[in-house]
Structure formats: C-alpha cells, structure tokens
C-alpha cells in the first residue's frame, strides 16, 4: 500500500452530477494536461489544486466533462504516462485528498472526471518490474513482463525486430545481479516503460483492482492508454520490416490491434456496468481504419473510441465528407457515438497544423500562417461540433493557440526527441503552459514561471485578453458550446443529410440546423438557410436568398425544414 493510499477518502459516487442517461453520447470532454494547466504552487509545474481552482471556467465554457492526463505516482520519464504506483497521486501534482477534493468539487459545479489509465506498460520502478531485475532469470516476476533471451552467439541481438515507436529496438538488454548481460524485455515505447504481459494473470487481477479502487473515489471513467496494445501475437513474431513506424495505421501489427484485447475490455466493461452513475471507458486505439475502431466500441466493451482519422484528415471538403461518412457507417451497427477531435497532447495543435500546406501528417515544426491556421481552426470546431456524437476539446485550443515551434532544445522533454529514429518528438510544443492572464512571469499560470517557456504573444491569446471579447476564439466556443446544449438536434444522433454545395463547401442537415463550412479559400455564395446562428468568420452578408460565405469559415443556421 502506498503511503498516499492511507489517506482513504470516503467513497462517493457522482451523485452530485446532473442525472442525464447516455450523457457520453453526445458529450464535449476537456483534456486538462495537469503538469500546463495551472499551478497552485509556484513550482512551475501545474497541479491538481491548480485544476480544481479552475474547474468554474471550464464548466462556464460549457463543457460536460474532463479528462485528465496522468498524474500517478511516476519518475516522469514520459509525462508520467510511466507509472510507478497507480493507487498513488505524484507529490509534484498533489495527495489521494487533493484528488478527492477535485472530483468532489467537479461533481458539484455539474462536471464529470475522466482518468488517464496505462494498461499497456508500466514503469521500470514499478514494484513488479524491480523485483524482477532483482530477483534475475526465472523469477516468476518477470512473467508478468516479456523477458525473452537475445539471438545471436551470446544473446547479444533483440528476440525480434520489433521498434520501439519511440525510435530505435523494443527491447533492452538487462544486466543480471551477478552483473553479465542477461535477458531482454519489450517495450514498445521508452525503455523506462517495460510492456506487460496480459497472458498472465497476476496482470488482468491487479488492473481490475485498479479500476475499482478509482470508481470507489469518484472518477467517472477512464481513458485507456494504448488500448490497442495491450496483447501481442502469440510467439512474438519478426515483422520482417525497417522503418516499422511507417506502417502503423495502415496494417495490423503483431504487437498492435490483436483481436485479444476485446476479452479484456469484455470484463473491464462488466465492473463499470456494476457502479451507478453513468460511467464510461474512452479507448486510445491507433487502428488500420475506423471499422477496426468500431470493435472497440461493441456494446459489451467500451463505450468511445478517438477517431484519429479524423484529427488526421486536412482542411479538405472532400477528405471530411469521406471520413465523416466513414465514420458514421462505421459507429452506427454498433450503437457507439461517433467522437471528433481535432488537436491533444501528443499532435501539433490544429491550428499550426491547418496554417501550413497539407501533406505534413500531425507532426509539423513551421509555425506556417497563422493568421490562416486560426481562420481555419476556428471554421474546423464549429464543423466538429456540429457532427452527431461525442467531441473532445484539448486545453487552450478555445483560446486558439498555435504550437510553440521555436522551444530551444535545451528545455526539451518529450522523450521522443532524444531517440533519433522514432516520433519526431517536437509534442512539447503542444504542451506549453497555457495562459489565464495578460501579464505576470507564467501569464497566470503559476507565480514560479513554467515548465517550458512561453512565448511573448501568450498574454494576448491569454482568457483574461478573450473574454467579453466579441469575435475571440474564446467567446467563439462559448457561445457554439451554449447552442449546442440548448439545441436536441446537435450532438444527438448518428446521421446527417448532406445538402448540394459548391465544390470544397460542405453542407448538411440535421432537423432545424443546418452547418455549412467553406475550405476553400474563396467566398462563396449558397442558398441563405434561415437565421444565422453563429459564424466562425465574422458577419454573413446576404442577399435575397442568397448568403457570401467567406473563405475558411463555417456558419450555423436555424433553418425551417
């Protein structure tokens, strides 16, 4: 037991939370990156208490819930998505009581918390882990692990040739307590993230434990981490392939996407089914396409899936309308909401990305224009918004933030970055602290500055320069957040009706709405559908029935049917 586990904080259902069946159909989820959120402290890192200080703006904005990444007990190897303990909270973001406190306090303001969990490896301090290197070759420890002995003469090659997605071999060679090389274990990404075995099941029992020991506190689901990854083919075969990275998201791999992991996920979703209160598991799952993301989400597993071939998708009418579509059709045999993002903690924010020529995948090091990435952005959100299903909302992006593509390497931290073959590893420039205010050493992040720096223009982009602002991004979502819980026919649903548009304009129906958005860089004119309720580009002039739509801007309308 962990000493922040002596704490016991009464068990307390979300019973506080407004009572709404199938909320998570239709819900909008906040990320909160704790570490840039906001800093209670003065220590330059954000917290917990940090988060709970804020959970009034994010229920104003008028989300429904918020996911937080992790904040377990780790050494930080990888943003502490490397756990150590996860019945413990890390002291840099707080205790089990500042943890209880948050949930409590979102509860009662009418907003759901949903936690990162790390299924799929843990750190190379967990208790487990330790031992097993302690303990040496044969330890029934190093079963919950993929221990395996090298190839070659003396076992000096990997057992495989599986890459690691953070560059360079999956598997590090061990030094034995007797001090020789030894065995190799499996990680699939950092070496301080050793991969679980799930054949075992020592694994499957402590994880169930985990869950319940979060649902007694209060959380109202989980977002699972790699939750494609968790099971590897039997017998961990050779991919026979270099520059594997490639590949992922276009085959399945012998370490990614096995049909395994749905028992799993089976008997996850049966624990949850027993706690009252609506609550919910959301899947990172990096699949071939959206119908191998659909399994996730069968009615007996989990209840969301990300749709990363949407946030992947360009500013393109076309590529949209194929992948909306796709989508659709996918969720809809079922019965799962589809989900929409556009920007999180691991991609270059979409409006760096919009601002620079298509093609550059999520990872993008230009700032590019950005004047157009905004327009851009902003036009993107109200599309997402407008779609049957379930959107996520990373922190900052309603302030219209770029990605800080000039960090000096010096205050570099993602982990990718110093292992050459593998993500570009340029994800702190989405991780930037955000800024609450105009002035102060952190903008209002915190009194001890931040993390990693921010840049000069943040206290102009910073809430406390936005709000009340006719035509800020931050209004912008407000109000498209106000319409959208005010009004059945958005969110709800699992269809829309494309309407005629002109080429690189997409327009659709649903009920007494109608969302038109216009990629191209050219205004242009359609039919003027009835009462403007809101344009991400400013005014909508029309004419008789006629309205100019500008370049880049999508626009809400009440429409008679």
Sequence with gaps: MSQQQS????????????????????????????????????????????????????RDLGVDAVWLSPFYASPQADAGYDVADYRAVDPMFGSLLDADALIRDAHGLGLRIIVDLVPNHSSDQYEWFRRALAEGPGSPLRERYHFRPGKGMNGELPPNDWESIFGGPAWTRVTEPDGTPGEWYLHLFAPEQPDFNWTHPAVGDEFRSILRFWLDMGVDGFRIDVAHGLVKAEGLPDLGSHEQLKLLGNDVMPFFDQDGVHEIYRQWRGILDEYAGERIFVAEAWTPTVERTANYVRPDELHQAFNFQYLGTEWNAGELRAVIDRTLEAMRPVGAPATWVLSNHDVTRHATRFANPPGLGTQIRTAGDRGLGLRRARAATLLMLALPGSAYVYQGEELGLPDVVDLPDEVRQDPAYFRGAGQDGFRDGCRVPIPWTREGSSYGFGDGGSW???????????????????????????????????????????????????????????????????????????????????????????????????ADTTVWWSAAV
């Design 452 to 550: 990693l720096p921010q840049p000069a223009q943040w206290g102009e982009l910073s809430v406390q320069a936005q709000t009340g602002v006719p035509g800020s991004t931050l209004e912008l979502y407000r109000a498209a957040l106000r319409l959208r819980r005010s009004r059945p026919d958005l969110g709800a649903g699992d269809a829309v009706e494309w309407l005629r548009a002109p080429e690189g304009v997409l327009a659709f129906r649903r009920g007494d709405f109608v969302c038109v958005a216009n990629t191209t860089g050219e205004a242009v004119r359609i039919p003027a559908y009835g009462r403007v309720l809101l344009s991400s580009g400013g005014e909508i002039a029309e004419t008789g029935d006629e309205a100019r739509v500008p």
């Design 7 to 58: 704490a016991a904080p009464a068990r307390h259902l979300a019973a506080t939370v407004a009572d709404r069946r199938d909320w998570w159909r239709d819900a909008v989820i906040y990320q909160v990156y704790p570490r840039s959120f906001a800093d209670s402290n003065g220590d330059g890192m954000g917290d917990l208490e940090g988060v709970r200080s804020r959970l009034p703006y994010l």
